[in-house]
């Protein structure tokens, strides 16, 4: 098989195929990233530029079990980004729509 | 590896480090080694308010296990040799890896 | 065991001296915080290549939004290295000048992956 043609033989590729592209990047702690990446490695430490990050916070309400709490997004802007890889769940190319 | 050259060339820049506590500190990045445990000089804590722990500290050993994001100026780093960098990085992995002949 | 008593002695002796002469010497104080939020400040007296330290003269410091700061003297404390989250030199003058009475803040959060 030849390895070294553009064709994605296992993870690792899909990513490498989405370097100076937009991905979305979930992470722990109800998180999410989109940005265009520069750079990753092995562990998937990320780096990324024009970076907006999502955080979903639960506000509790009133008399309310935790789970009917009101979901509140609260979004930042970062120019440049270093993302350590121990928080990443997953990363996705580039969505096609 | 890279992400660890990387950090080399940012030492003497002005990082913004957010820890998995949600603290965030601005520092002069000193010197960063394999485990991305990073040193940071003339350090401020953003919400010194909330956060007046640390206001007396001038410079730190941050561990590397505990960093969520690094932010990095934009200019101080070349994205094109970044990702060049990085594809090149993957191919020779694979090249020295035995679970992966060419 | 008299000639392990010996030690116990010296130990405290020296823990003594640097108590006292730490001041004089300008032995750096550290403040580390803990992956579990705690704030501990004491003298540097070793490290190793894990991060693990020694501390001596060392207290906890411990924040509350409606007490002062309290310190707990723990003395001489080892430190695990993948508890820590941080540790910081402290300038001493700006300790020195800042009340910790007057100081009210919320703990530390815990670190979460």
Same mark, same amino acid.
């Given at each position: 098989?030849?390895?070294? !043609? $553009?064709?994605?033989?296992?993870?690792?590729?899909?990513? /490498?195929?989405?370097?100076?592209? /937009?991905?979305?990047?979930?992470? /722990?702690?109800?998180?999410?990233?989109?940005?265009?990446?520069? $750079? *990753?490695?092995?562990?998937?430490?990320?780096?990324?530029? $024009?970076?907006?990050?999502?955080?979903?916070?639960?506000?509790?309400?009133?008399?309310?079990?935790? !789970?009917?709490? !009101?979901?509140? *997004?609260?979004?930042?802007?970062?120019?440049?980004?270093?993302?350590?890889?121990?928080?990443?769940?997953?990363?996705?190319?580039? !969505?096609?729509? | 590896?890279?992400? #660890?050259?990387? #950090?080399?060339?940012?030492?003497?820049?002005?990082?913004?480090?957010?820890?998995?506590?949600?603290?965030?500190?601005?520092?002069?990045?000193?010197?960063?080694?394999? #485990?991305?445990?990073?040193?940071?000089?003339?350090?401020?804590?953003?919400?010194?308010?909330?956060?007046?722990?640390?206001?007396?500290?001038?410079?730190?050993?941050?561990?590397?296990?505990?960093?969520?994001?690094?932010?990095?100026?934009?200019?101080?780093?070349?994205?094109?040799?970044?990702?060049?960098?990085?594809?090149?990085?993957?191919? #020779?992995?694979?090249?020295?890896?035995?679970?992966?002949?060419? | 065991?008299?000639?392990?008593?010996? %030690? @116990?002695?010296?130990? =405290?002796?020296?823990?003594?001296? %640097?108590?006292?002469?730490?001041?004089?010497? %300008?032995?750096?104080?550290?403040? @580390?915080?803990?992956?579990?939020? =705690? @704030?501990?400040?004491?003298?540097?007296?070793?490290?190793?290549?894990?991060?693990?330290? +020694?501390?001596?003269?060392?207290?906890?410091? +411990?924040?509350?939004?409606?007490?002062?700061?309290?310190?707990?003297?723990?003395?001489?404390?080892?430190?695990?290295?993948?508890?820590?989250?941080?540790?910081?030199?402290?300038?001493?003058?700006?300790?020195?000048?800042?009340?910790?009475?007057?100081?009210?803040?919320?703990?530390?959060?815990?670190?979460?992956?």
């Amino acid at each position: 098989m030849d390895t070294s !043609s $553009a064709g994605i033989q296992e993870p690792f590729d899909l990513i /490498r195929l989405s370097l100076n592209e /937009r991905v979305f990047v979930k992470l /722990r702690g109800d998180r999410e990233l989109t940005g265009v990446l520069h $750079a *990753y490695d092995g562990h998937m430490n990320l780096i990324m530029s $024009a970076v907006e990050e999502t955080i979903m916070v639960v506000e509790p309400v009133e008399g309310a079990p935790h !789970s009917q709490g !009101s979901v509140n *997004y609260v979004k930042r802007k970062m120019e440049m980004l270093f993302v350590r890889g121990d928080g990443v769940i997953l990363v996705s190319p580039p !969505s096609r729509t | 590896m890279l992400i #660890f050259s990387v #950090f080399k060339t940012l030492t003497d820049q002005t990082v913004i480090v957010e820890l998995k506590n949600d603290l965030l500190i601005t520092g002069v990045l000193k010197s960063v080694d394999q #485990f991305l445990n990073i040193r940071l000089d003339n350090i401020q804590i953003s919400d010194e308010v909330r956060h007046p722990h640390m206001i007396a500290v001038k410079n730190c050993f941050i561990r590397g296990s505990v960093v969520r994001y690094v932010q990095i100026p934009a200019d101080a780093v070349d994205t094109q040799l970044l990702e060049d960098a990085t594809r090149r990085g993957s191919r #020779f992995c694979y090249k020295r890896c035995p679970k992966f002949p060419d | 065991m008299s000639s392990l008593q010996g %030690y @116990v002695d010296r130990e =405290r002796l020296m823990e003594t001296l %640097y108590v006292i002469l730490s001041p004089v010497l %300008y032995i750096d104080r550290v403040l @580390v915080i803990l992956q579990d939020g =705690r @704030v501990i400040v004491g003298t540097l007296a070793g490290y190793d290549q894990k991060s693990n330290v +020694v501390l001596s003269d060392s207290k906890e410091r +411990v924040y509350s939004t409606d007490e002062p700061v309290e310190e707990i003297p723990l003395g001489l404390y080892l430190v695990k290295g993948d508890q820590i989250v941080l540790i910081g030199e402290i300038d001493s003058e700006k300790d020195a000048s800042t009340d910790l009475s007057d100081v009210r803040a919320e703990p530390l959060p815990a670190i979460r992956y």
